[in-house]
């Protein structure tokens, strides 16, 4: 099953896991399935423009309309990331 | 584990402050290292480990890539920055920053590889304000941008480049802030 990997800041929203394995064949349900699993880590919604994610090393690009075109095999990485900004 | 906002101190080996303090220096004296931001600002991350109430710094990671120019960052910059951003003899277009994912990603790789987790993030303020001359507090809109992180904003002040100031504040708050301690070799000093 594909594998989630929790950025440190983000780990206390997943029981300070660095990675999860989440049952699923394709983007939308497996963030689906994470969100279930994690209720902390919708704190990733908050802003979509600042989420990224990235599938093994290729940042996805597309929007999250379109997740569930996106199929993923067992041994695929996903990590997630808030990009981090300051003034 | 202990929340990192029940931190008490941080301890900031001296080497490593200076490591901060040298990055800022190079990026406002316009020295930019090849695909770097030609922007007169110092970003990057802290990362160490965390003993239950200490946070101890390991390693300062220079941010080179600002990516606040580019969709979809630059509308939601523009945007909070119209609403937070106390205004500036700076253009709102040439301030805040925002890190690129993919350098981030390879930073964050870096960490997990040597069981460092990211502590906090560093940003240079260099202009004084009548009502804030110092400049060693994080602004509204720090605290804006750091909401929700659950990380350190470690606020380094370049106003008096002879004496710099180095902050830290849980998620961009004022009223987190966080008792940074000098650690030189085996005895321990203030900031």
């Known amino acids: 099953m594909p594998k989630v990997i929790i950025p440190s800041p983000l780990r206390k929203h997943a029981d300070?896991?660095?990675?999860?394995?989440?049952?699923g064949d394709n983007l939308k349900g497996i963030m689906e399935r994470l969100l279930r699993q994690y209720p902390g880590l919708q704190i990733i919604?908050?802003?979509?423009?600042?989420l990224s994610i990235f599938v093994n090393s290729r940042l996805i690009r597309t929007g999250i309309d379109k997740w569930d075109t996106l199929s993923l095999n067992n041994r695929d990485e996903i990590t997630l990331l808030i990009p981090i900004a300051g003034g | 584990m202990i929340a990192p906002e029940q931190v008490s101190r941080i301890l900031l080996p001296r080497p490593n402050r200076q490591e901060i303090l040298q990055h800022c220096e190079r990026k406002l004296a316009g020295n930019y290292l090849p695909g770097e931001a030609r922007d007169r600002r110092a970003c990057g991350l802290v990362a160490g480990v965390q003993m239950e109430h200490t946070l101890d710094v390991k390693r300062i990671m220079e941010l080179k890539r600002n990516v606040r120019d580019q969709e979809p960052y630059k509308t939601y910059m523009d945007r909070i920055m119209n609403?937070?951003?106390?205004?500036?003899?700076?253009?709102?277009?040439?301030?805040?920053?925002?890190?690129?994912?993919?350098?981030?990603?390879?930073?964050?790789?870096?960490c997990d590889k040597d069981n460092l987790i990211i502590l906090g993030t560093y940003h240079t303020h260099i202009v004084p304000w009548e009502h804030d001359p110092a400049r060693d507090t994080p602004t509204r809109l720090d605290t804006v941008l750091a909401r929700s992180s659950n990380l350190f904003s470690f606020i380094v002040s370049?106003?008096?480049?002879?004496?710099?100031?180095?902050?830290?504040?849980?998620?961009?708050?004022?009223?987190?802030?966080?008792?940074?301690?000098?650690?030189?070799?085996?005895?321990?000093?203030?900031?």
Request: glycine letters at 4%; one cysteine or more; hydrophobic letters at 30%.
């Open chain 1, 16 to 23: 300070n896991r660095r990675e999860v394995i989440v049952d």
């Open chain 1, 45 to 50: 919604n908050q802003d979509s423009a600042f």
């Open chain 2, 83 to 110: 609403q937070y951003a106390v205004p500036s003899k700076t253009p709102l277009s040439q301030r805040g920053w925002i890190t690129d994912p993919v350098e981030l990603k390879e930073c964050c790789d870096r």
């Open chain 2, 158 to 191: 370049m106003v008096d480049q002879t004496r710099p100031i180095i902050r830290a504040f849980y998620e961009g708050s004022t009223e987190k802030e966080t008792l940074i301690v000098i650690r030189d070799n085996h005895r321990l000093g203030t900031n």
